[in-house]
């Protein structure tokens, strides 16, 4: 699979054994494991730095929420994540995540989780999830389970501290302004000249269409938009990532249990709004004490930019209803891209030795992306 767009005898810009193309947290995953595994790597980029995904979103690794295959791909993540932490500095909080429940329905959906994975789920009393939310937390909270593995990093600059070690690394480089073309099979065609390349890492995400339209026919991979904001905190230092009951709808490991079906039907019944916009109602606070608040789903192939304030409007007041506050003052909100696929989680596509395609499709990408990028390149 090529599609080579400048001629054989553009300059060179670069050699290596392995070049991420995108440096995302799915490219630069897969960058730090390549380099691990003995590989000299080099990332192209083509923005002036990371600017996707992978900022916009809550910073959450979800590992408690993930079942089977996901499971295990998160939990060699966090392993990764909290190995980044000591070796670029990467800000990660071992401080887990909070379910917070205001319904029997949603107390059951956990007490199910807790009695399977006793280790990785722990109930707790409303005063005990009040206490989790720095004395927050409206007086319709019954309990909730504190989500023990989870992890939490800041999404505006995880990213790029993990680009700016990985480009100090003896072995690797980044190249940011540069974006990837496509591969003759023996080198990466960029917008700055070749590459030299053993082998080629594609990890574009949702842009997997504008390189090779084929494959994103035939796995699925489509755009999914989703709305957040960022607004000011409610003068509280709430350090897990909290999730509600649509969360519990959203992750496997919560949706799976049988006690979920009562749940989804109550809040198809008497939520419509939620539902409407296919919500996942939670939040996250920065280190500056604001919240990452969000968010909804649309999918299709290409999406409208444009945001909806019925939408933003429908999750800031949900967020007010957990936090016991009437309103919560705006500070930015924009719209997240990520790839998505209804047919399988991730795609791990290779031809050959030269060329690979990773891109998670699932919305889980600061979940997994370390764990994929280590079954990439075992060390």
Same mark, same amino acid.
């Given at each position: 699979?090529?599609?080579t767009?400048?001629?054989?005898?553009?300059?060179?810009?670069?050699?290596?054994?392995?070049?991420?193309?995108?440096?995302? @947290? !799915? %490219?630069? $995953? *897969?960058?730090? =494991?390549? /380099?691990?595994?003995?590989? #000299?790597?080099?990332?192209?980029?083509?923005?002036s730095?990371?600017?996707?995904?992978?900022?916009?979103?809550?910073?959450?690794v979800?590992?408690?929420?993930?079942?089977?295959?996901?499971?295990?791909?998160?939990?060699v993540?966090?392993?990764?994540?909290?190995?980044?932490?000591?070796?670029?500095?990467?800000?990660?909080?071992e401080?887990?995540?909070?379910?917070?429940a205001?319904g029997?329905?949603?107390?059951?959906?956990?007490?199910?989780?807790?009695?399977?994975?006793?280790?990785?789920?722990?109930?707790?009393?409303?005063?005990?999830?009040?206490?989790?939310?720095?004395?927050?937390?409206?007086?319709? @909270? !019954? %309990?909730g $389970? *504190?989500l023990v =593995?989870? /992890?939490?990093?800041?999404? #505006?600059?995880?990213?790029?501290?993990?680009a700016?070690?990985?480009?100090?690394?003896?072995?690797?480089?980044?190249?940011?302004?540069?974006?990837?073309?496509?591969?003759?099979?023996t080198?990466?065609?960029?917008?700055?000249?070749?590459?030299?390349?053993?082998?080629v890492?594609?990890?574009?995400?949702?842009?997997?269409?504008?390189?090779y339209?084929?494959?994103?026919?035939?796995?699925?991979?489509?755009?999914?938009a989703?709305?957040?904001?960022?607004?000011?905190?409610?003068?509280?230092?709430?350090?897990?990532?909290?999730?509600?009951?649509?969360?519990?709808?959203?992750?496997?490991?919560?949706?799976?249990?049988?006690?979920? $079906?009562?749940?989804? =039907?109550?809040?198809?019944?008497?939520?419509?709004?939620?539902?409407?916009?296919?919500?996942?109602?939670?939040?996250?606070?920065?280190?500056?004490g604001?919240?990452?608040?969000?968010?909804?789903?649309?999918?299709?192939?290409?999406?409208d930019?444009?945001?909806?304030?019925?939408?933003?409007?429908?999750?800031?007041?949900?967020?007010?209803?957990?936090?016991?506050?009437?309103?919560?003052?705006?500070r930015?909100?924009?719209?997240?891209?990520?790839?998505?696929?209804?047919?399988?989680?991730?795609?791990?596509?290779d031809f050959?030795?030269?060329l690979?395609?990773?891109?998670?499709?699932?919305?889980?990408?600061?979940?997994?992306?370390?764990g994929?990028?280590?079954?990439?390149?075992?060390?």
């Open positions: 699979m090529s599609n767009l400048i001629a054989p005898d553009s300059p060179l810009l670069d050699s290596c054994d392995v070049l991420i193309a995108g440096s995302g @947290i !799915v %490219g630069l $995953a *897969h960058a730090v =494991a390549a /380099l691990d595994a003995g590989h #000299r790597v080099v990332v192209v980029e083509r923005d730095r990371p600017v996707g995904a992978s900022i916009r979103n809550f910073g959450h979800c590992v408690t929420g993930q079942a089977g295959d996901l499971a295990e791909l998160a939990a993540s966090r392993e990764r994540w909290l190995t980044m932490a000591a070796r670029a500095d990467v800000r990660v909080a401080s887990g995540g909070v379910a917070v205001r029997a329905d949603e107390l059951a959906v956990l007490e199910e989780l807790q009695d399977s994975r006793p280790d990785a789920v722990r109930l707790l009393t409303r005063e005990q999830i009040r206490a989790l939310l720095g004395g927050a937390g409206s007086d319709s @909270i !019954v %309990g $389970a *504190h =593995a989870d /992890l939490r990093v800041d999404p #505006r600059t995880a990213a790029g501290t993990i700016t070690w990985l480009a100090g690394q003896d072995g690797a480089r980044v190249h940011f302004g540069t974006a990837y073309l496509g591969t003759d099979g080198h990466a065609v960029t917008s700055r000249g070749r590459v030299r390349a053993d082998r890492v594609v990890c574009v995400g949702h842009d997997l269409d504008y390189l339209p084929d494959l994103a026919e035939a796995n699925d991979v489509r755009r999914c989703l709305q957040m904001a960022l607004v000011e905190g409610p003068g509280a230092t709430i350090a897990p990532a909290v999730l509600t009951a649509t969360s519990l709808l959203r992750y496997d490991a919560f949706a799976q249990t049988s006690a979920a $079906a009562a749940l989804r =039907a109550r809040i198809t019944a008497a939520s419509p709004d939620l539902v409407g916009i296919d919500a996942n109602v939670m939040f996250t606070q920065r280190p500056d604001r919240l990452l608040i969000g968010d909804s789903h649309h999918t299709e192939r290409t999406v930019p444009f945001l909806e304030e019925d939408t933003t409007e429908t999750i800031h007041r949900e967020i007010c209803r957990v936090l016991g506050v009437d309103r919560l003052t705006f930015q909100r924009w719209q997240g891209v990520y790839a998505s696929s209804g047919r399988a989680p991730y795609l791990a596509a050959g030795d030269h690979s395609v990773r891109s998670v499709t699932s919305g889980v990408g600061m979940t997994i992306s370390f994929l990028a280590q079954r990439t390149f075992p060390n």
